[in-house]
């Protein structure tokens, strides 16, 4: 069984810049699509962005795009969510999780699976 568990969370100032890594575990990621979700409090969990088997094609939410980069090393079973210009509101808990697909992912985040725990990510001054 796939598990994932994501790393690489902490406290940035607004500005700076943070890298994610989510590991694979227990089967081989190239088999799935990827996503990356965070939730704020008191809020629902959102998709910020996706990436697909082979690395191709890579999506965005509107909110993150020309400042996030989705990537992955197969080889190493890790998919890395490169974080640039955090502002205040990128404040949240991000989480990856396995999906058969990234086309609609925004819309489909029940479907995803092998939910890793979680890490924080805080942007503050």
């Known amino acids: 069984q796939l598990q994932l568990v994501e790393s690489g969370g902490g406290l940035v100032q607004p500005g700076g810049s943070l890298r994610l890594s989510c590991a694979a575990s227990?089967?081989?990621?190239?088999?799935?699509?990827i996503g990356w979700f965070r939730q704020a409090p008191g809020k629902e969990r959102e998709g910020v962005s996706c990436i697909s088997w082979s690395g191709r094609p890579t999506y965005y939410a509107d909110s993150v795009k020309g400042r996030f980069t989705i990537s992955r090393d197969n080889a190493k079973s890790t998919v890395y969510l490169q974080m640039n210009s955090l502002k205040p509101e990128d404040t949240a808990v991000y989480y990856c999780?396995?999906?058969?697909?990234?086309?609609?992912?925004?819309?489909?985040?029940?479907?995803?699976?092998?939910w890793g725990q979680g890490t924080q990510v805080t942007v503050s001054s």
């Open positions: 227990g089967f081989r990621l190239d088999y799935y699509h």
């Open positions: 999780a396995a999906g058969s697909s990234c086309l609609d992912y925004t819309s489909r985040i029940p479907s995803f699976t092998s």
